[in-house]
Structure formats: C-alpha cells, structure tokens
C-alpha cells in the first residue's frame, strides 16, 4: 500500500505541480496589475467613470433707473425621460399618463417620442414651471428626470425689449443688453463633477465634487420704465398718424449720456418671439443704434455751432438768401425752392434754409468743418452699450472721389449718414455746455451680496465751447418760439429744437421719393435736463419733420419733465 | 503493507470544509455587492440574486453533508446510470433548452432551471473514475486503455460543443486528462492525447467566429475597447482600481454595468476592485490549498476509484477556478465558466458543493499513517519503487 500511495504522489505531483505553477503566473500577475499598473488602471476607471454637469448660475436680473424689474430669471424644471425604464409598456403608460396628467402633454405622443428616440434620456419639456414640476416630481412616475432651469420673465411685459434682448437655452445673451453684459449676468457657472454609470447616470453614493456657481449680478438701466412707456406709446402713435414704415425715439440726459428712453419700431416682443421668423431674428438689433439715415437739417445745428465756435458767424450775422446759392459752379437750392431774402444766421435755423448753412461751411473750409464733424463723434461708434453699433459715413477731403459738392450737402444733413443715438448723442453735446457724453444705458451693477458698483459718466469730447453751446442754445429756443405758431413748441417747458426732413439715399447714389423725418431738442431752454430725438421712416403723408414730428416731440417733454418733477418755466405759465 | 493499514472511517477533513465553507461565504458576500445594482436595474430588487443564491447555498449545504455520510464506494454502481441521465439531459437541452447568450445550456423544470453542464462534469468524472479503476494494467495498451478513452471523452465533448460550451468542454478536456494520467497512463499515450487535444481545441476555436473574436480580445483588447475587448479590459480595470486594499466593501464602481457578467463570470473582478490584491491574492490561496487538501485526500483513498474520484474532483474545481481567474487577469483568453464557489449561478453552486461533499466524504476513509517513523520509511520505501518503475 505503501508502494501504491507513492505512486499516487508521484502522479498527482505533476497537475498539482503545474496548477500551482499557474496559480503564481496568476498571482504574478495581480501583482501587476493591482500594484504595479494600479496608477493607470485607476485613472482610466476614473476617466470612465467621471462626468460633469454644468450648474448655470442664477442669471442677474435687470432692472430700470429706479429699480423696476424688466427680466428676472425664474426656476423651472427641464423634463426628461429614460428611455431604459419606458422600455417596459406598463411602466411607459404609467409614467407617460402621471406626465400627460400635469403638463398637458399628450400621453401617447409622450411614449412615441420615446420609443423612437436612440437617446438614453429624452427631452420631453422645457422650461415647465417650477411648481408644475414640483408636484410632478413628488408623485415620482418611473422613468422622469428633472434637471432644474431658469426661464427668462419678464414682468413688464414688452417694455423695452429691443434694448433688453433676448437669451438663448444656454442662458447666454443673444441680443442687447443680455448680449452685452452676458458676462456680468451670468456670473461664473459652476459644475457638479460625478460617477456615473455605463448609461451615464449617477452612481448612487459615488463621490460628487461640486465647484459653486457664482451668480450673475443684476442690470440697472439708465432706462425709466414710464419714459420708455411713454416713448413707446408715443411712437407706435405717431408710426400709425403718420403712415410711417417705422421709427425711433431717444430720450437722453444731455448732462452725463444716460438714455431715459430708447424706442424702435419695428421691434422685437418678447410675448410673440419666434426666432423661426427670419424678419424677427433682423430684429435682434436695436435699429436706434444700428440704422443709418441721413439727418438732413438737424445737421445744420451741428453746422452753425461749427462757425460759432470757431468765430466766423455770431447769431446776428447777416446774409442774403437768393434761393440758390453757387458752390465751386454747383447751384444749390433751398427745400421748397424757398427764396428767403436777408436772414441772421438765426433766421437761417429757423427757416432751415440750405444756402445759409452753405454759406457756413464756406467759411469753415474743409478741414476745419471735418475736424467739427469729428469732434461730434460723426462716423464713429458712440460706445453705447447695445450690440451691432454703426458708426455712420462722411465723405472727408482725403477721401477717394470727395468733391466740394461734399462738402456743401454735408452742412445741411446729406452725404453723411448717422444713427439716431449718434445725433442724439451730438446734439447733447451742442447744448449741454460742449462736452460729448458717451451715451449709456445701464447706471449700474449690483453683485448678489448686494454691493452696487456705479458706471460713471465719460466724456468723450469737448467739441465746442461753453459760450457757443449757450448761444446754440438761444438759437435753437428760436426756432421752436419764432413769435409765430411752431408744432414743435411745449406748452409747459422752454425748449429748443430742429427738425430734419431727408430723401432716402438709394445704394446707387441717388434719392428716391420717400422721407425720412426727425425733430430733435431739449427742454429747459437754459439748463437742458432732458434730449428728444424723434424720427419717423417714410411717412405716407410726406409732411415734414417740422409738422410730423415736431408735435410728439412737443408732448414728450411735456410729459418727460412733468413727470421728473422740473418745475414749469415756459413765459405762458410763468404769466398765469 | 498490511502493518500501515487503518482505517479512519471517522472524522472527514475538516480544513477542506473549512476551506468550502470560506469561499462559499466570500462568496454571497460578493455576489449580494456585485448584484444588488443590476437587480435593481433588472428586476427593481436589489436583492433578487442574493436570495436565490442563498436559497441555493443552502441547497448546496444540504447536498455536500448528505455525501459526506454517504458512502462513496456506491458511487461506482451508479457510475454508468448517472452517465445515462447526465448525456438524456446535455441532449435535452440541445432539444428544448432555454437559449441565454447565444447558446443553449439551461433547462427549465417549472421554477428552477438548471445548466445540466456542472452536473455533467461531475458525472463525467464518477463515470471515468470507476472505468479507468476497472482497467488496472490493461490502461496501458492501447486497444484497451486509450481508444475506449478517447471515444468517451469525443462523445462528451461533442455533445458539449454543440450547446455550444467552450469552457466546460475545455474543462472536461483537463480533468479527464488529468485522471488518465494520474491512473497510470504511459507518457506516450499522454503525448499523443495533448496533441490531439490541442488540434481539436483550436479547431474548435476556428470554427467558431466569436470565439476568435474572444482570442482576438485576449492578444488586443485595445483594438477594439467598446466591443469585443470591453470585458476583458473592463475586468483589468476594475482589478487595477481595486489596488492594495481596495474602495472598501460594497464600493465597486466597475458593478455598474462597466464590468459585464459582474456577479456571475466576472465577480473576481470585483473581489479585487472593493478589497484589492488582499483579497484576491487570499482567494487564489483559498483554491491552491483547496487543490493541495484535495489531492492529499486522493493520494491517501483507500482505493483506485476513491483515488481517481477524489483527483478529478480536485481537479475540476482548481482548473475550473484558474481558467476564470487567467481570463479575468487576461493571463488566458476569456471563457464564460463561472468561478467555483463564488459566482452567481444556482445549479453550479449546488454542483460544486454536492462535489466537496463527495470529496469530504471520500477523506473519512483516509489512509493515515501510524507515526511519523513509518511514514518516512514508506517516503523512503515509496521512491525506492519508484525509482526502480522508472528503470
């Protein structure tokens, strides 16, 4: 027996010996991989395993001059659904019926969009209200996910949403100010770093890392909202009075540059956004700072305070109008074919006469009346914050093809083309003692803490003197109270102003029939607080800027200065 | 010779129980960490698996003591029905089976379904223990020994590779060399049986597509990391992760449907990647001691059937175990056979257990030595002869 279990041994000592053999090849080699290879190997379970979402932090609000809210971000629930749990039919009709039950949506639409989709989770609803979501959530049908959102409202409706703009689903600014503070709106998003599982679900109890969004801090617009109401009214008014195709008003604080109201027709709303609609998506842009027009004899404000400032002229300087006047051998005309005799340069704001405004920039010259131009920001970006700004065309003496002709059609508002904040802009500066406010729309920012950070106001010239903006002043007071009727007269406040009346350029050089018509001023005559600029675009009725918008302008600062309690100084109420 | 005879027809080895009792063990516990997820995802209850598992550890429990106290030797009477029952039921499966994974290995008898292909590799080696026993000297010749061999094991084998079942035929292949060998087959028949072996083994590779692709996965996973060599290099991954000590217990991430076949195959993935080399290295122990108690037990059986029952019991788990965990380790390519004791899967725990429970049975008729004197002298004695076979 001995004999046999030595042999058993020696037989069974060759697979144990060989098993054994393999169990340390084995064992080598978790070695390997366990200790060795462990660095790599738990590097890339964790590249596997690691994703991260981003946490878009609480978009800033933003707010009107005093505090208003025109676009707060509300929280809201973005609807998913996993397409592994609907696979089984009871479960899909009973999550897709508890669905359908609070959001309206239809029950088997909901099961066929998740069926055919390839995803592992499905949209099936954006941006739900949060108490909607809520409610649903806690019934918890199978299958539902929820990632919370925010939806952009906007509590006063349409107000003012050319200059607002519009976010995209991403929460980042598309348009306007949303556009252009995107940054400061935003804040920093945050990320929730997490295991997830094959199908990219968290890993229950997995380890989460969390980097904190940082909020966005909250818009305050030099906007007032009952301006920009007014404005808005006013316009869409006069746009029907006038058979108008669109238009404009800017309302600005000629003392530092803050816009009160900016209204543009046509424009986008907010309550029928449709960004299918190609003609609304041209509409992303606020056409008061990205539309050129020729301003015609607004521009000889800009003209005569030119020849003041540069002493060539005095209010009382006299000339002869003869209704045409000859311009290195052009004869040019006066609108109307007017002849109006001996004028004061006074005279020749008051009846607008082209000749007159000739017979400045003759004096000027050239290069000297280019240098004014520059001066008053023409053919450059005011800066204002709005996206898509022109910078509006002149024709200089350097220029390839400039003529004397130029030089004549530029005094009196042709061949040069602007946007309304950019003559708005001008014009303040004119009135306002000389200096050139960049013009602005948000006062200030506001962090979450609550630390409000001011925007100061920024000169960005001195194109004239003091002393001549005192005298462009009177003038302009002049031609609104002429000591005969003016539309452009407010009944409560003293005022000046000039109107404009423009043919639309073609792109081949020429003008056609059509009209453009503006009214520009401010109100009180010696201590401007306020700067209307209305323009209608192609008045059906093809009166002038004078009689079309002349008269809103009158109402606006009636309303505008009632209403930031400016105690009235016109002579009528000073008599009563 | 008669002066050492004893028999100790008392106590069973207790560290062999001991041993079965520790990976059985290790085993629920990992396969409740493994499969509570895919339960939940699966089925919506975590503890689906678990609870079948232990139902049929219990069962398993029953199955070892009740061999434990059965005599062994009337094992060989049942030999042959047994291997009747087992070729009825490896056919009715081809015939009605339950198709899972592309092949046919499960039968369903109302509630229970059972994969008759552990059953079949114990039967298998009842079968050949008691015909090699049967054969003493004659093993040797060819006529007698070798061509009856090779047509049992063809016959077997064949019914296997038409489930089709790549590993348990591989397997078989191993243990049923294995006890030739031990039971006195020349070296030349050895030869030739390894060589045809192998022929028929890469055959059989060839003929097959998915499992060149599983080869393919074995020698260049990276190829192709999101089809064929994601199981395998999300094994490794899981593995490595685990390192030294581990994510702790319960904290496998690659059981998030990364790992496949997570609580079943692939649970030596995750034994490494929530208690590291410690427990994984402590597990491969479990089953290097489990073949030495193993082998002991057959080199001191009473008789030439206990011997070669006991060696291709041995054999079968310690093959069965390190097939798994080579593939898992990526030292040889992937097979889908389950890991003895610890992978979910009710019908092969019952058959594992029912197998230790023979095992332990067959060492309570051990032949134990009287003093340490006379063992020397029977080592001493035992080369002696051995050295004189060889000559």
Known sequence: MAHQQATRTLRVWLPATAFAAFALLILGRLVQVQIVEHDRYAAEARSSLLASDTVFARRGSILDRNGFLL?????????????????????????????????????????????????????????VPYATGRALLDGRPPGLVALPNTERVYPADDLAASVIGIIGRENTGLSGIEWWYDEELQGVPGRVIFERDTSGSPIPYGETFTIEPVRGRDIVLTIDRRLQATAERALTEAIAAHGAEGGAIVMLDPRNGEVLALAT??????????????????????????????????????????????????????????????????????????????????????????????????KLGATRFQQYLDGFGFGQPTGIDLNGEARGVFRRPSDAGWSPLDLATQSFGQSISVTPIQMASALGAAVNGGKLMQPRLVRALVSPEGGRTDLPARVTGRPVSPETSATIRHM????????????????????????????????????????????????????????????????????????????????????????????????????? | MSRTRRWAAEGPDYTLLALVAALTVTGLVFVYSASFVIGLAQFGDSHRFIVRQGAWALLGAALLLTMLRFDYHRLRRLAAPLMGVTLLLLLAVLALGNEAGGAQRWVSAGPLSFQPAEFAKLSVIV????????????????????????????????????????????????????????????????????????????????????????????????????????????????????????????????????????????????????????????????????????YQVARRAPDQFGFLLATGITTWLTVQALVNIGGITRVIPLTGVPLPFLSYGGSALAAVMLAAGVLAGISRHAKVRESRREAAREERQGARVAGEARR
Request: hydrophobic share 50%.
């Open chain 1, 71 to 127: 676009a707060m971000s509300a929280d809201t629930w973005d609807l998913y659904v996993s397409t592994r749990v609907w696979r089984d039919d009871e479960t899909a009709i009973e999550g897709s019926e508890a669905i359908a039950a609070a959001t309206g949506l239809d029950a088997a639409e909901l099961r066929e969009l998740v069926r055919a989709s390839e995803l592992v989770d499905v949209l099936i609803a954006h941006d």
């Open chain 1, 265 to 362: 027709q046509p424009s986008i709303a907010f309550s029928t956004l449709d960004l299918s609609d190609h003609e609304q998506v041209r509409l992303l842009r606020n056409r008061a700072v990205t539309d050129l027009y020729e301003p015609g004899s607004v521009m000889k404000v800009i003209t005569t305070a030119a020849a003041i400032d540069a002493g060539l002229v005095s209010p009382a300087t006299e000339y002869v109008d003869t209704g045409v006047v000859s311009f290195y051998g052009i004869p040019i005309r006066n609108w109307n074919e007017g002849v109006h005799g001996a004028q004061t340069m006074t005279g020749v704001l008051q009846h607008s006469i082209n000749t007159g405004a000739v017979f400045m920039v003759e």
């Open chain 1, 476 to 576: 302009l007071g002049a031609v609104i109270d002429p000591g005969w009727y003016h539309p452009g007269k407010p009944g409560l406040y003293t005022a000046g102003g000039k109107s404009g009346t423009a043919n639309v350029p073609l792109p081949d050089g020429g003008y056609d029939d059509t009209q453009i018509v503006s009214f520009a001023g401010f109100a009180p005559l010696d201590e401007p607080r306020i700067l209307i600029l209305v323009k209608l675009d192609r008045n059906a009725d093809l009166l002038t800027g004078t009689a079309a918008a002349g008269p809103v302008f009158a109402d606006l600062v009636d309303a505008a200065l009632a209403y930031l309690k400016t105690p009235p100084d016109a002579e009528r109420v000073e008599a009563r």
């Open chain 2, 127 to 294: 079968y050949l223990a008691a015909w090699l026993s049967s054969r003493g000297e004659s093993l040797r010749s060819f006529e007698h020994g070798l061509a009856p061999f090779i047509v049992i094991i063809s016959a077997i084998g064949l019914l296997l590779m038409l489930q089709p079942d790549f590993g348990t035929t591989a397997i078989i292949l191993a243990i049923t060399l294995t006890m030739f060998w031990v039971a006195g087959a020349t070296l030349v028949q050895m030869g030739a049986l390894l060589v045809s072996g192998t022929v028929v083994v890469i055959s059989l590779a060839l003929i097959e597509g998915y499992r060149m692709e599983r080869l393919a996965a074995f020698f260049n996973a990276e190829a192709d990391p999101l089809g064929h060599g994601f199981q395998t290099l999300q094994s490794l991954i899981a593995l490595g992760n685990g390192g030294v000590t581990g994510l702790g217990l319960g904290a496998s991430r690659g059981k998030f449907f990364y790992v496949p076949e997570s609580h079943t195959d692939g649970i030596f993935a995750i034994i490494g990647e929530e208690l590291g080399i410690v427990a994984t290295g402590a597990v491969l122990l479990l089953f290097v001691t489990l073949m030495l108690r193993g």
